[in-house]
């Protein structure tokens, strides 16, 4: 079995930065791609960033330039690096991560439980 935690949600004014982090334990082998969602009030659960197991990275045209997604190996951390936060960035940030499973060598997705960024205005 694999668990996600995450951390780093909070409270923030716009302009403020923030950096989420998500950790993986339990029976990993290997960990292909990780990515980061988002699901703001009232909306759909969004891709925000991705990279994946080579080191590409890519990113939703709403945080380019804001946002940076990092990971540490050593760690099996991903972490999501987010500047200059405004208010639309609101929402709970869910990582989501590709593992190749040590005991039964299944590759599945696991996702964290959430943590929520508010932007106060």
């Known amino acids: 079995q694999v668990q996600l935690v995450e951390s780093g949600g909070g409270l923030v004014q716009a302009g403020g930065s923030r950096r989420l982090s998500c950790a993986a334990s339990?029976?990993?082998?290997?960990?292909?791609?990780m990515t980061w969602y988002r699901q703001g009030p009232g909306k759909q659960r969004e891709l925000v960033a991705r990279m994946i197991d080579g080191g590409s990275t890519s990113y939703a045209d709403s945080v380019k330039g804001r946002f940076t997604i990092s990971r540490d190996n050593a760690k099996n951390t991903v972490y999501l690096q987010m500047n200059s936060l405004n208010p639309e960035d609101t929402g709970v940030y869910y990582c989501?991560?590709?593992?190749?499973?040590?005991?039964?060598?299944?590759?599945?997705?696991?996702w964290g439980q959430g943590t929520q960024v508010t932007v106060s205005s």
């Open positions: 989501n991560v590709e593992v190749r499973d040590s005991r039964t060598w299944a590759l599945r997705t696991y």
């Open positions: 339990g029976t990993i082998f290997s960990i292909n791609d």
